[in-house]
């Protein structure tokens, strides 16, 4: 199973996107991509995470 997610990106230069940990996913630097290949059995359940902090003036409304 391929698993796909995608860190924020922002075109607004006064707001930071710092990237974290992907647990071992492949990250696309450009697009902010986030692959997970995955195999499962017949029943079995896993979880993938990751993080970021994002840095923004009190001015700007960001919606996540």
């Known amino acids: 199973i391929t698993l796909k997610d995608q860190f924020p990106l922002s075109p607004n230069e006064s707001i930071s996107i710092k990237r974290g940990d992907a647990q071992g996913a492949k990250v696309d630097a450009d697009t902010g991509e986030i692959v997970w290949e ?27």
């Open 38 to 64: 995955v195999t499962l059995k017949p029943g079995e359940q896993i979880q993938r995470t990751f993080s970021f902090e994002a840095t923004f003036p009190k001015s700007v409304q960001v919606y996540f």
